[in-house]
């Protein structure tokens, strides 16, 4: 039985006095989650990990936090990464990797997103996998190929029991261009079925919204979804992490 996870990747937003803002009309919001059903998680820039972490102990069980990345090496001259003993002192519980913004802007290899992850689950941390193909690359019939090599070299000599892959169309994120959920579930059940494990947690992200979620979590293949901008107003990521199935 996969658990689907609804996962708010807040970027480079929020300060932490926001944070906590965002967290008190929140956590109130999501009190009538089937908490056997579903899992909740904010991915807030590191700077705000700390303060997240206090506030969220005792006051919601099903809500955890994952941090935007964290680097393969515990400590050491690594400027401007994290390390997952950081992580672990904030019981942080997943760690976001290979999204497309570092992919792109900071020209993250397969080869280094395979070692974060690695180093997340030596730590205790799962890892949120992210993968997805670019629009040059859809047009031209590469999909496919470019996510099965993501998904190879990424996930090499990982653990699948401890893993969430993130299925997200480059072109849809951010771009209101949502990927068709049918399109995004066939997708995800081939990432599934090239991982070859069949309760792997396998998210679509890329323009979901409140007024799309129900669609994109009636599909088979999709458990559960990591939202960008839509997560930044708690009322609606609210709504999303209130989903039902139509
Ligand atoms: P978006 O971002 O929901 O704003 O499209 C998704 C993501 O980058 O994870």
Same mark, same amino acid.
């Given at each position: 039985?996969?658990? /689907? ?13 926001? $944070? ?7 956590? /109130?919001? !999501? ?16 700077? $705000?990990?700390?303060?997240?972490? =206090? ?38 519980? &997943? ?23 690695? +180093? ?6 799962? /890892?949120?996998? &992210?993968?997805?193909?670019?629009? *040059?690359?859809?047009?031209?019939? =590469?999909?496919?190929?470019? %996510?099965?090599? *993501?998904? #190879?070299?990424? !996930?090499?000599?990982? #653990? ?18 949502? &990927? ?7 997708? &995800?059940? !081939? ?9 792997? %947690?396998? *998210? ?5 919204? +409140?007024?799309?979620?129900? #669609? %994109?979590? +009636? ?12 997560? !930044? ?6 709504? %999303? $992490? ?5």
């Amino acid at each position: 039985m996969r658990k /689907p996870v609804i996962a708010g990747n807040w970027k480079m937003n929020m300060t932490c006095t926001e $944070a906590i803002e965002y967290m008190r009309v929140l956590i /109130p919001l !999501l009190k009538d989650i089937p908490k056997k059903d579903r899992e909740v998680v904010i991915a807030p820039p590191f700077t $705000a990990l700390y303060p997240l972490s =206090e506030f969220i102990r005792d006051r919601n069980e099903y809500l955890s936090l994952s941090s935007q990345n964290v680097h393969w090496e515990d400590s050491g001259a690594y400027t401007a990464e994290v390390s997952p003993l950081m992580l672990n002192e904030l019981s942080v519980k &997943c760690a976001i990797v290979g999204h497309s913004e570092p992919r792109k802007y900071f020209s993250e290899s397969d080869e280094q997103i395979n070692k974060r992850a690695k +180093s997340a689950q030596d730590h205790q941390l799962i /890892p949120i996998v &992210c993968v997805g193909e670019t629009f *040059q690359q859809r047009e031209m019939g =590469e999909a496919e190929r470019v %996510i099965r090599r *993501q998904i #190879e070299q990424g !996930l090499e000599g990982i #653990e699948v029991k401890r893993l969430i892959v993130a299925y997200e169309p480059i072109w849809a994120i951010g771009t209101g261009k949502t &990927c068709e959920a049918n399109e995004a579930n066939r997708i &995800c059940g !081939l990432i599934r079925k090239w991982i070859g494990y069949e309760d792997v %947690i396998i *998210q679509y992200g890329g323009s979901v919204k +409140s007024n799309n979620i129900d #669609e %994109i979590m +009636s599909m088979s293949d999709i458990d559960g979804v990591l939202v960008g901008g839509a997560s !930044l107003d708690p009322t609606n990521f609210a709504r %999303i $992490a209130n989903y039902e199935k139509i």
